[in-house]
């Protein structure tokens, strides 16, 4: 995105950087299970923040499914801050952890807010885990919405392009 030096902020995001790929799949108790490949993307300015791009598609099809477009805003003593917004009129509102693991990083996430426009869904929480383990990144969510519980909805499995 940038040939500006990484913010000191941003430093233990740095494995995140870059472009990953891979096969995911979802469930929840009101829908079919299905499975997608997702394309994600984290990129930086020089600002204390990193830019993220989520876009996924029908293994089958190829037709676009979920994407979203957000912002990871590292605070200090290892706070995480994200804001995500999505084409479903739903936008996410996080709090939550950065653990670094020597050549990786754990990101742990929890809605403050998550809001909707007036014909969105109604989600009430959201829960996101981002781990990358060298050339490996594994992204989880999990939420509530559809008048459910908090329930694991997508893993994906994805690896540096
Ligand atoms: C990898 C990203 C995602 C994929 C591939 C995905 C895929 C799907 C699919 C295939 C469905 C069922 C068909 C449909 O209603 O369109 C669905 C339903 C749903 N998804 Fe996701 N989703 C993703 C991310 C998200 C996120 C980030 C949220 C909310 C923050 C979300 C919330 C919902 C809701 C509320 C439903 C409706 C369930 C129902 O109608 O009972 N999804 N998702």
Redesign the pocket.
């Known amino acids: 995105m940038s040939t500006a030096e990484l913010h000191a902020a941003c430093e233990a995001l740095a494995p995140l950087l870059g472009t990953w790929r891979g096969p995911?799949e979802?469930h929840?108790p009101?829908?079919p299970d299905?499975g997608?490949l997702?394309e994600l993307s984290f990129g930086h300015v020089g600002k204390p923040f990193l830019a993220m791009t989520q876009r996924?598609r029908d293994p089958q099809s190829d037709a676009p499914?979920?994407t979203?477009v957000g912002y990871l805003r590292p605070q200090p003593n290892r706070v995480m801050e994200m804001v995500l917004t999505?084409p479903t009129g739903?936008v996410?509102i996080h709090h939550g952890s950065i653990e670094e693991t020597g050549g990786g990083v754990v990101i742990e996430l929890r809605t403050e807010r998550v809001e909707g426009t007036r014909t969105a869904?109604p989600?009430s929480e959201?829960r996101r885990r981002i781990e990358v383990a060298g050339d490996a990144l594994v992204t989880e969510?999990w939420?509530a919405?559809?008048g459910q519980p908090l329930t694991h909805?997508?893993r994906?499995d994805l690896i540096r392009a």
């Open positions: 995911g979802g929840y009101t829908i299905f997608y997702e996924t499914l979920h979203e999505q739903v996410e869904k989600i959201v969510m939420m919405a559809m909805h997508l994906a």
